[in-house]
């Protein structure tokens, strides 16, 4: 899992609540990517930063925020506008956004909301 | 619309034996391909990258192919083994940034003794 962390591994909610998830890594990559994961689709891009005090909406932006208050630290809200929570996490990062270097993932959250 | 097909969706072999799968695409413009493994429950890890002017790949058993020509990508796993047993993924970037990423839905290979 490369230096990246992802916690907590498993996560319950009930709807109408939000949650965070935490995603750390101390690769020192500028860059950091969170993705879904559903059962068969390919990835999706929620959100990325490309450095400290940036980020961009992904593909499937709606119902999530994110903050990048620090290189390490890019953590994700999933909000109770986001109609189909349930799904497993992944937070990526990558040396920079240039398109050449790899993307290291994290171990994952799965996150279920009833 | 950029796309990223894998064949077969599951497949499964006896131990020792060897396999290939399959990725097709129609990201355009090209810029790398990459194959990830993912065993249940955790998150990918890289085997290969390959930039359009490479056309073969190898890390240990695996042995990624590229076709840029016809779109094409094979991962090709040698001996397997049931550490092998993982879904695998085929990821297409297009020019610009990492963020420009198209994801495959994945192989699923299970080996079995």
Known sequence: DGGITQSPKYLFRKEGQNVTLSCEQNLNHDAMYWYRQDPGQGLRLIYYSQIVNDFQKGDIAEGYSVSREKKESFPLTVTSAQKNPTAFYLCASSIDGESS????FGPGTRLTVT | KNQVEQSPQSLIILEGKN??????YTVSPFS????????TGRGPVSLTIMTFSENTKSNGR??????????QSSLHITASQLSDSASYICV???KGTASKLTFGTGTRLQVTL
Do not use: G
């Not at chain 2, 790398?32 to 065993?39: G, P, S, T």
């Open chain 1, 101 to 104: 270097y790899e993307q290291y």
């Open chain 2, 92 to 94: 297409v970037n297009s």
């Open chain 2, 62 to 71: 695996y042995t990624a192919t590229l076709d840029a020509d016809t779109k």
């Open chain 2, 19 to 24: 396999c290939t799968l399959q990725c097709n």
């Open chain 2, 32 to 39: 790398n391909l990459r194959w990830y493994k993912q065993d």
